[in-house]
């Protein structure tokens, strides 16, 4: 397996505009984790899924926020619309088994707000 | 919010050296892992270590667990070049793996 698919790496948008990241989990694994990364605040979740279905999205920051699991094979991350303090690196990760087992990270995705 | 808290936030060593970095946590867990992060990747799992275990192994890596205490402590002996990155902590908090904000490892020639 190609391990968990991040597209694309790098983003640079406008503020305002709309920005959709992907992640394609690793095959045949259970959980999906979304993840933001920035320097001041450390490593954030966002939301999990759990056989594509939204487990926990208490760490989505606000409305402007979405995110999707159509199948067990894709999922989205949506930002509408996005402002600069949106600007950080976006990490999806997928786990087989229960959820607080070894996780495994794609490579992210750098999204900067301009 | 975050779960695990790592210490030092920084440090620097010569080859050879040995690296030891020490997470504290704040809620009982089932297990603590550890990570690596190396600048502009994504995070590697290291190892594992579970609510039951007090120490583990593997290769250069030693892991401690207190649970009495809620911490644990991640020793990279002999120490390369290529150890350098970012480590961090994680745990489950119940459910989803939540992580520290990292010591970042300097290992010098």
């Known amino acids: 397996d190609a391990g968990v698919i991040q597209s694309p790496r790098h983003e640079v948008t406008e503020m305002g505009q709309e920005v959709t990241l992907r992640c394609k989990p690793i095959?045949?694994?259970?959980?999906l984790f979304w993840y933001r990364q920035t320097m001041m605040r450390g490593l954030e979740l966002l939301i999990y899924?759990?056989?594509?279905?939204?487990?926990?999205d208490s760490g989505m920051p606000e409305d402007r926020f979405s995110a999707k699991m159509p199948n067990a094979s894709f999922s989205t991350l949506k930002i509408q619309p996005s402002e600069p303090r949106d600007s950080a690196v976006y990490f999806c990760?997928?786990?087989?088994?229960?959820?607080?087992?070894?996780?495994?990270f794609g490579q992210g995705t750098r999204l900067t707000v301009v | 919010s975050q779960q695990g808290e790592e210490d030092p936030q920084a440090l620097s060593i010569q080859e050879g050296e040995n690296a030891t970095m020490n997470c504290s946590y704040k809620?009982?867990?089932?297990?603590l892992q550890w990570y690596r992060q190396n600048s502009g990747r994504g995070l590697v799992h290291l190892i594992l270590i579970r609510s039951n275990e007090r120490e583990k192994h593997s290769g250069r890596l030693r892991v401690t667990l207190d649970t009495s205490k809620k911490s644990s402590s991640l020793l990279i002996t002999a120490s390369r070049a290529a150890d350098t990155a970012s480590y961090f902590c994680a745990t489950d908090g119940g459910t989803a793996l939540i992580f520290g904000k990292g010591t970042t490892l300097s290992v010098s020639s």
């Open positions: 899924f759990n056989n594509n279905v939204p487990i926990d």
């Open positions: 095959s045949g694994h259970d959980y």
């Open positions: 990760a997928s786990i087989s088994g229960t959820a607080n087992t070894e996780a495994f």
């Open positions: 809620t009982s867990i089932n297990n």
